[in-house]
């Protein structure tokens, strides 16, 4: 499966610069028009200039309440020159020439006397930048004191005193807002139609050591807790990072090996998961909830990739033996799981993989057997996600699994081929009751990375295929428009599926994005690199395939850079196949 870069290095113009570009993702806001508050409106507007760069600035705005309480606030002002909001925080903001307005968000509408309400916004400008002078709230002038010196700005760290954090929720998706990594927004804004998408929320791969501190000029894992810390001001807010960096990683695949040998499971826990822990204990950090998907494909390759098994490799034969998968994940949801807002979530790869029955059972109990490992308990696994970086479609609504047609089950379809689930929430539901029963805490919950497998566009059947036999119609019917269920890179003809989205059926906590939209999963063609990433076949869209796709064709996208390098080409593919539409 495919693989994301690290996160670059701490860089905090470029952070702003990257996060002006989270496209208009404010421009698609609601707005609620209408009076604020009938309430006799009085305020104080303190406006600052927090950073500047040679085509924008990004501002951070206070007011405070000298009236009457409100339950709901409008600021307006008017800009001296050609600024124009960009991207806003804390509050909506609207713009029609010079003109602003500010209302609060759902969450910070109620100002009794005395109280403020922060929020920030980033702007393009060219020339002098003036700061306004006048401001309404509720349409009463406000007296403005100082209206803040574009010379002398503050720091731009966030506070160090976060809001108090709460106990530990049973869906962190719950109520909360998901961080949106201003890297991955800036290249999605880039696209042609890539605002409809970039102010969406992506995970945040830590796929080497040098990830934790940043590669080149860009975040590493405080910048974005940072970053975090912005966009929640005081809201709960869930960070998703995946954790990835086995030793002998990806045993199965050669597009995303990893820099860890098969035998260096010490560097993992010394360099990489100590590190990575000790970051997320940070106090500063406490009211974030951190979900944490760990180690995308390691436990799934020790059940079914390995001797006697048709498709076993000698590399997962290798890390069945030595056990390195298995500690390395138990020491990683021990140490992060001992954190008290971290939410571990284990892979459990997708129903392509896992749905047959010598597989789904065995696999439960492989992942009992990790989460006891290293002094972990079964109590540090929150949940479990599926299709990671995968492309299974959500749910078939043209078919079940309990379809007859001619008096033969849609199991014996070719494309079903024995499997007893036909989609990745079907699956990830019985999965959730299988971990229960084999011991894993009744309230685990399921997420489901939907970023590619919406399957829309002019291909997306309508409704079931004829019914002359069980494959025209399965193969008719269904959304999943893959050669053969075992193609897992850069596939031709997927698009965006349901967007992020908390709580969408019944044991799932939320659909997520955990694979960014565009980041490619692996090079069609062999690229010198200094990651450990390999060539593998099923990237090349000639390759006419093994025994893991009962040797079909790839599938695969033409012209993929290196696994986790943007690929501008899938992400318009993506856009353009997106169900829901665009």
Not at 539 to 563: E, F, K, Q, V
Request: charged letters at 15%; aromatic letters at 8%.
């Amino acid at each position: 499966m495919s693989r994301t870069t690290a996160p670059p290095r701490r860089a905090r113009t470029a952070l702003i610069t990257a996060s002006a570009l989270i496209a208009a993702a404010a421009g698609t806001a609601i707005v609620l028009d209408g009076p604020a508050s009938a309430a006799a409106a009085g305020c104080t507007v303190d406006y600052k200039i927090q950073t500047s760069w040679d085509s924008g600035f990004t501002a951070n705005v206070s007011v405070t309440n000298t009236g009457d309480a409100v339950s709901s606030w409008k600021l307006e002002w008017s800009f001296a020159g050609n600024q124009k909001v960009t991207q806003g925080w804390n509050s909506t903001i609207t713009q029609t020439g010079a003109a602003v307005s500010a209302a609060n968000a759902a969450w910070n509408g109620a100002l009794a006397t005395g109280a403020s309400a922060s929020f920030g916004f980033n702007a393009s400008a060219t020339g002098t930048n003036a700061v306004p002078t006048v401001f309404k709230l509720n349409g009463v002038t406000c007296n403005t004191p100082g209206g803040g010196d574009p010379t002398t700005p503050p720091p731009t760290d966030p506070p160090t005193t976060p809001p108090p954090a709460g106990s530990k929720v049973d869906n962190p998706y719950a109520g909360a807002g998901v961080y949106v990594n201003p890297e991955w927004s800036a290249k999605a804004a880039a696209e042609p139609g890539g605002t409809k998408v970039s102010n969406q929320p992506t995970g945040v791969w830590l796929d080497r050591i040098a990830a934790i501190e940043g590669v080149g000029n860009g975040m590493g894992l405080r910048d974005h807790l940072d970053e975090a810390l912005r966009q929640a001001a005081g809201r709960p807010l869930v960070v998703q990072l995946v954790i990835y960096n086995l030793p002998g990683r990806d045993c199965s695949a050669l597009a995303s090996n990893g820099e860890l040998g098969p035998t260096e499971i010490d560097r993992y826990k010394t360099e990489y998961i100590n590190p990575i822990a000790a970051i997320l204990g940070d106090s500063k950090y406490a009211s974030l909830r951190i979900v944490t998907t760990v180690e995308i494909d390691s436990l799934p390759n020790l059940v079914t990739n390995v001797t006697p098994r048709p498709t076993a490799t000698p590399q997962c034969d290798v890390m069945k033996a030595n056990g390195n998968y298995v500690k390395g994940v138990g020491y990683a949801l021990n140490h992060l799981g001992a954190v008290s807002n971290v939410y571990n979530y284990v892979d459990a790869g997708h129903h392509g993989w896992l749905g047959w029955d010598d597989n789904f059972g065995a696999t439960a109990q492989m992942f009992k057997q990790a989460a006891t490992a290293e002094g972990s308990t079964v109590d540090k696994v929150h949940g479990f996600i599926v299709n990671t970086a995968n492309y299974g479609a959500t749910k078939e609504n043209n078919f079940t699994i309990n379809d007859n047609v001619a008096g033969r089950s849609v199991r014996e379809s070719k494309w079903v081929d024995w499997n007893r689930y036909v989609d990745e929430q079907s699956f990830a539901q019985a999965f959730r009751q299988e971990a229960v029963r084999v011991g894993f805490p009744s309230g685990v919950g399921m997420l489901i990375d939907t970023s590619r497998n919406g399957w829309g566009g002019t291909a997306r059947p309508a409704g079931p295929g004829a019914q002359t036999s069980v494959d025209t119609y399965v193969d008719g019917g269904r959304y999943d428009r893959r050669i053969h269920l075992g193609n897992w890179c850069n596939q031709a003809g997927a698009g965006l599926g349901e967007r992020p989205k908390a709580a969408p059926a019944a044991g799932i906590d939320a659909y997520v994005w955990m694979k960014p939209p565009g980041e490619s999963d692996g090079a069609s063609k062999e690229i010198p690199n200094d990651q450990g990433k390999g060539f593998d076949r099923m990237c090349d869209p000639t390759y006419t395939g093994n025994p893991r796709n009962n040797n079909n064709l790839s599938g695969a996208l033409a012209n993929a850079p290196l696994s986790g390098d943007w690929f501008s080409a899938q992400f318009q593919e993506l856009l353009k196949n997106a169900y829901p539409a665009l």
